[in-house]
Protein backbone atom coordinates (compact mmCIF):
# COMPACT_ATOMS: atom_id res chain seq x y z
CA UNK A 1 0.00 0.00 0.00
CA UNK A 2 2.24 2.73 -1.13
CA UNK A 3 0.16 5.63 0.28
CA UNK A 4 -0.02 4.09 3.58
CA UNK A 5 1.24 6.65 6.54
CA UNK A 6 3.25 4.99 9.62
CA UNK A 7 0.75 5.12 12.19
CA UNK A 8 0.83 4.09 16.07
CA UNK A 9 -2.43 3.81 18.22
CA UNK A 10 -2.11 3.76 21.51
CA UNK A 11 -4.52 2.25 23.88
CA UNK A 12 -5.03 3.52 27.24
CA UNK A 13 -7.30 2.77 30.27
CA UNK A 14 -8.50 6.51 31.70
CA UNK A 15 -8.05 10.18 30.44
CA UNK A 16 -4.25 11.17 32.05
CA UNK A 17 -3.04 7.82 30.94
CA UNK A 18 -2.08 8.70 27.51
CA UNK A 19 0.33 11.49 29.03
CA UNK A 20 1.71 9.33 32.12
CA UNK A 21 3.55 6.49 29.42
CA UNK A 22 2.91 7.81 26.10
CA UNK A 23 3.10 11.51 26.10
CA UNK A 24 6.90 11.49 24.90
CA UNK A 25 6.52 9.31 22.33
CA UNK A 26 3.01 11.30 20.84
CA UNK A 27 5.12 14.62 20.74
CA UNK A 28 8.12 12.53 19.17
CA UNK A 29 6.43 11.07 16.26
CA UNK A 30 4.06 13.64 15.45
CA UNK A 31 7.34 16.05 14.79
CA UNK A 32 8.15 13.03 12.88
CA UNK A 33 5.54 12.78 10.35
CA UNK A 34 4.37 9.70 11.88
CA UNK A 35 0.54 9.45 12.58
CA UNK A 36 -1.09 9.15 16.60
CA UNK A 37 -4.33 7.57 17.08
CA UNK A 38 -5.33 7.50 20.72
CA UNK A 39 -7.87 5.28 21.99
CA UNK A 40 -9.28 5.96 25.62
CA UNK A 41 -11.17 3.32 27.01
CA UNK A 42 -13.19 4.80 30.05
CA UNK A 43 -14.23 8.44 30.99
CA UNK A 44 -12.68 8.40 34.34
CA UNK A 45 -15.69 8.98 36.67
CA UNK A 46 -14.19 6.72 39.86
CA UNK A 47 -10.92 8.91 39.96
CA UNK A 48 -9.96 10.79 43.13
CA UNK A 49 -10.26 14.78 42.79
CA UNK A 50 -6.71 15.48 44.12
CA UNK A 51 -7.23 19.48 43.54
CA UNK A 52 -9.18 20.36 46.81
CA UNK A 53 -10.88 23.58 45.39
CA UNK A 54 -12.51 21.08 42.28
CA UNK A 55 -13.35 18.38 45.00
CA UNK A 56 -17.19 19.19 45.30
CA UNK A 57 -20.36 17.08 45.20
CA UNK A 58 -21.05 19.19 42.09
CA UNK A 59 -17.84 17.90 40.05
CA UNK A 60 -18.17 14.80 41.16
CA UNK A 61 -21.37 14.10 40.18
CA UNK A 62 -20.05 15.30 36.45
CA UNK A 63 -16.84 14.07 37.27
CA UNK A 64 -16.67 12.11 33.64
CA UNK A 65 -17.49 15.10 31.63
CA UNK A 66 -14.76 17.70 33.29
CA UNK A 67 -12.47 14.76 32.83
CA UNK A 68 -13.31 14.96 29.16
CA UNK A 69 -12.40 17.91 29.11
CA UNK A 70 -9.39 17.87 30.84
CA UNK A 71 -8.78 15.02 27.88
CA UNK A 72 -9.15 17.59 25.45
CA UNK A 73 -6.84 20.14 26.67
CA UNK A 74 -4.27 17.63 27.60
CA UNK A 75 -4.34 16.08 24.20
CA UNK A 76 -3.94 19.06 22.09
CA UNK A 77 -0.94 20.02 23.89
CA UNK A 78 0.53 16.58 22.55
CA UNK A 79 -0.77 17.06 19.27
CA UNK A 80 -3.17 13.89 18.97
CA UNK A 81 -5.80 14.92 16.54
CA UNK A 82 -7.51 11.73 15.97
CA UNK A 83 -8.84 10.43 19.26
CA UNK A 84 -11.80 7.81 20.12
CA UNK A 85 -13.42 7.51 23.42
CA UNK A 86 -15.10 4.04 23.51
CA UNK A 87 -16.77 5.50 26.72
CA UNK A 88 -17.24 2.41 29.32
CA UNK A 89 -17.85 3.30 32.78
CA UNK A 90 -14.94 3.55 34.65
CA UNK A 91 -13.96 0.11 36.70
CA UNK A 92 -12.72 1.89 39.99
CA UNK A 93 -9.35 0.81 41.98
CA UNK A 94 -9.09 -3.26 42.55
CA UNK A 95 -11.40 -4.63 45.36
CA UNK A 96 -13.95 -1.56 45.11
CA UNK A 97 -18.09 -1.76 44.17
CA UNK A 98 -17.34 -0.02 41.18
CA UNK A 99 -15.44 -3.07 39.81
CA UNK A 100 -18.99 -4.59 39.87
CA UNK A 101 -21.32 -1.97 38.00
CA UNK A 102 -22.80 -3.86 34.88
CA UNK A 103 -22.02 -0.22 32.88
CA UNK A 104 -18.11 -0.69 34.10
CA UNK A 105 -15.91 -1.96 31.59
CA UNK A 106 -14.14 -4.01 34.27
CA UNK A 107 -18.06 -6.11 33.19
CA UNK A 108 -18.05 -5.55 29.36
CA UNK A 109 -18.45 -8.43 27.06
CA UNK A 110 -15.15 -9.04 26.00
CA UNK A 111 -15.49 -10.40 22.23
CA UNK A 112 -17.88 -6.77 22.05
CA UNK A 113 -15.34 -4.67 23.27
CA UNK A 114 -12.57 -6.90 21.02
CA UNK A 115 -15.06 -5.92 18.18
CA UNK A 116 -14.96 -1.84 18.80
CA UNK A 117 -10.91 -2.12 18.94
CA UNK A 118 -10.48 -4.16 15.76
CA UNK A 119 -12.86 -1.81 13.72
CA UNK A 120 -10.44 1.06 14.97
CA UNK A 121 -7.60 -0.92 13.47
CA UNK A 122 -9.19 -1.66 10.56
CA UNK A 123 -10.41 2.22 10.09
CA UNK A 124 -6.66 3.66 11.20
CA UNK A 125 -4.43 0.86 9.75
CA UNK A 126 -1.60 1.24 12.66
CA UNK A 127 1.81 -0.42 12.31
CA UNK A 128 2.24 -0.18 15.81
CA UNK A 129 -0.17 -1.20 19.08
CA UNK A 130 0.91 0.05 22.39
CA UNK A 131 -0.89 -0.81 25.76
CA UNK A 132 -0.37 -2.34 29.23
CA UNK A 133 1.16 -5.46 29.87
CA UNK A 134 -0.91 -8.49 32.03
CA UNK A 135 -1.07 -6.82 34.83
CA UNK A 136 -2.32 -3.60 33.59
CA UNK A 137 0.83 -2.01 35.00
CA UNK A 138 -0.38 -1.94 38.51
CA UNK A 139 -3.38 -3.95 38.84
CA UNK A 140 -6.13 -1.60 37.74
CA UNK A 141 -9.48 -3.78 36.44
CA UNK A 142 -9.43 -0.85 33.72
CA UNK A 143 -5.64 -1.46 32.48
CA UNK A 144 -5.93 -5.34 32.60
CA UNK A 145 -9.08 -4.93 30.68
CA UNK A 146 -7.15 -2.77 28.31
CA UNK A 147 -4.72 -5.19 27.76
CA UNK A 148 -6.86 -7.76 26.75
CA UNK A 149 -9.00 -6.24 24.47
CA UNK A 150 -5.62 -4.82 22.56
CA UNK A 151 -3.97 -8.37 22.21
CA UNK A 152 -6.81 -9.79 21.19
CA UNK A 153 -6.86 -7.16 18.55
CA UNK A 154 -3.50 -7.95 17.48
CA UNK A 155 -4.11 -10.86 16.90
CA UNK A 156 -7.46 -10.70 15.39
CA UNK A 157 -7.67 -7.66 13.09
CA UNK A 158 -5.47 -9.14 10.05
CA UNK A 159 -7.74 -12.28 10.22
CA UNK A 160 -10.68 -11.44 7.86
CA UNK A 161 -12.69 -14.48 9.49
CA UNK A 162 -12.93 -12.50 12.44
CA UNK A 163 -15.11 -9.66 13.28
CA UNK A 164 -16.16 -9.44 9.38
CA UNK A 165 -18.52 -6.48 10.11
CA UNK A 166 -15.50 -4.30 11.21
CA UNK A 167 -13.85 -3.93 7.91
CA UNK A 168 -11.35 -5.10 5.82
CA UNK A 169 -8.59 -6.77 7.44
CA UNK A 170 -5.50 -5.08 8.62
CA UNK A 171 -2.58 -6.65 10.14
CA UNK A 172 -0.57 -4.31 12.92
CA UNK A 173 3.21 -4.96 12.91
CA UNK A 174 4.34 -4.64 16.15
CA UNK A 175 3.26 -4.89 19.89
CA UNK A 176 4.42 -3.03 22.76
CA UNK A 177 3.53 -2.77 26.15
CA UNK A 178 4.52 0.11 28.30
CA UNK A 179 7.42 -0.28 30.08
CA UNK A 180 7.71 1.24 33.88
CA UNK A 181 11.63 0.53 35.00
CA UNK A 182 11.83 -0.69 38.64
CA UNK A 183 15.34 0.98 38.80
CA UNK A 184 14.06 4.77 37.71
CA UNK A 185 11.19 4.24 40.36
CA UNK A 186 13.10 3.71 43.21
CA UNK A 187 15.98 6.05 42.97
CA UNK A 188 12.67 8.37 42.50
CA UNK A 189 11.36 7.22 45.49
CA UNK A 190 14.47 7.08 47.71
CA UNK A 191 15.53 10.77 46.50
CA UNK A 192 11.90 11.52 48.07
CA UNK A 193 12.13 9.73 51.15
CA UNK A 194 15.35 11.23 51.94
CA UNK A 195 14.04 14.70 52.08
CA UNK A 196 10.82 13.41 54.35
CA UNK A 197 8.14 12.83 51.55
CA UNK A 198 5.85 9.77 51.79
CA UNK A 199 6.48 6.76 49.39
CA UNK A 200 5.57 3.24 48.58
CA UNK A 201 8.90 2.56 49.72
CA UNK A 202 7.36 3.12 53.37
CA UNK A 203 4.69 0.81 53.03
CA UNK A 204 5.45 -3.16 53.16
CA UNK A 205 2.79 -4.03 51.38
CA UNK A 206 4.46 -2.22 48.38
CA UNK A 207 4.81 -4.62 45.62
CA UNK A 208 7.87 -3.81 43.63
CA UNK A 209 7.08 -7.15 41.44
CA UNK A 210 4.41 -5.18 39.96
CA UNK A 211 6.28 -3.29 37.82
CA UNK A 212 8.10 -4.81 34.66
CA UNK A 213 11.72 -5.96 35.48
CA UNK A 214 14.72 -4.03 33.84
CA UNK A 215 15.63 -7.48 32.05
CA UNK A 216 12.03 -7.07 30.10
CA UNK A 217 12.30 -3.62 29.01
CA UNK A 218 13.32 -3.69 25.41
CA UNK A 219 12.93 -0.07 24.40
CA UNK A 220 13.65 3.46 25.14
CA UNK A 221 12.49 6.10 23.22
CA UNK A 222 14.38 9.65 24.17
CA UNK A 223 11.50 12.27 25.07
CA UNK A 224 13.85 14.99 26.69
CA UNK A 225 13.28 17.92 24.04
CA UNK A 226 9.50 16.99 24.60
CA UNK A 227 9.33 16.46 28.62
CA UNK A 228 8.29 20.38 29.06
CA UNK A 229 5.62 19.49 26.96
CA UNK A 230 4.67 16.53 28.85
CA UNK A 231 4.28 17.35 31.65
CA UNK A 232 2.44 20.66 30.69
CA UNK A 233 -0.08 18.29 29.18
CA UNK A 234 -0.28 16.04 32.43
CA UNK A 235 -1.30 19.29 34.31
CA UNK A 236 -3.93 19.61 32.36
CA UNK A 237 -5.64 16.57 33.86
CA UNK A 238 -6.24 19.20 36.80
CA UNK A 239 -8.63 16.90 38.85
CA UNK A 240 -5.98 14.49 39.28
CA UNK A 241 -2.48 15.46 39.07
CA UNK A 242 -1.47 18.25 41.27
CA UNK A 243 1.72 20.20 40.79
CA UNK A 244 3.16 18.65 43.27
CA UNK A 245 2.49 15.00 42.72
CA UNK A 246 5.18 12.26 42.04
CA UNK A 247 7.68 12.75 39.82
CA UNK A 248 6.60 16.50 39.44
CA UNK A 249 8.07 17.21 42.71
CA UNK A 250 11.52 16.18 41.60
CA UNK A 251 14.03 18.83 41.07
CA UNK A 252 14.50 19.53 37.90
CA UNK A 253 17.59 18.05 37.21
CA UNK A 254 16.68 14.96 38.66
CA UNK A 255 13.06 14.62 36.73
CA UNK A 256 15.28 15.38 33.73
CA UNK A 257 17.50 12.38 34.38
CA UNK A 258 14.60 10.25 35.74
CA UNK A 259 11.99 10.94 32.73
CA UNK A 260 14.22 11.04 29.60
CA UNK A 261 13.22 8.48 28.04
CA UNK A 262 9.86 6.46 27.73
CA UNK A 263 10.33 2.76 27.99
CA UNK A 264 8.31 -0.41 26.43
CA UNK A 265 8.22 -3.88 26.04
CA UNK A 266 8.35 -5.69 22.24
CA UNK A 267 5.54 -8.41 22.90
CA UNK A 268 5.27 -9.15 19.38
CA UNK A 269 6.68 -8.25 15.62
CA UNK A 270 5.82 -9.37 12.70
CA UNK A 271 9.04 -7.57 10.93
CA UNK A 272 12.62 -9.07 10.88
CA UNK A 273 14.41 -6.80 13.65
CA UNK A 274 18.47 -6.81 14.02
CA UNK A 275 19.63 -8.93 17.25
CA UNK A 276 20.50 -5.91 19.68
CA UNK A 277 22.29 -5.98 22.71
CA UNK A 278 20.82 -2.44 23.71
CA UNK A 279 17.45 -1.02 23.95
CA UNK A 280 15.69 -0.67 20.99
CA UNK A 281 15.21 3.60 19.82
CA UNK A 282 12.81 3.52 17.16
CA UNK A 283 8.95 1.82 17.79
CA UNK A 284 8.87 2.03 14.22
CA UNK A 285 12.58 -0.10 13.40
CA UNK A 286 12.12 -2.87 10.99
CA UNK A 287 8.74 -0.46 9.34
CA UNK A 288 10.14 2.36 7.91
Not at 94 to 100: F, K, L, R, V
Not at 173 to 185: C, H, M, P, Q, V
Not at 238 to 252: D, H, M, N, S
Request: net charge negative; charged share 30%.
Amino acid sequence: MTDHRPTIMLVHAHPDDEVISTGGIALKYHEEGVRVVLVTCTRGEEGEIVDAELNTPENKARLAEIRDEELAKAIALLNITEFHQLAYRDSGMINTPANDHPESFNKADLQAATARLVALVRQYQPDVLISYDENGSYGHPDHIMAHKITVAAFHAAGDPEQFPEAGPAWEPKKLYYTAYRRSIWRKAWEYMQARGDKTPLDDPETDLERYVDDPRTTTAIEISKYLTTKLQSLLEHRTQIAPTWGFLALPEELRGDLLSHEHFSLIESRVSLPEREEYETDLLLGIR
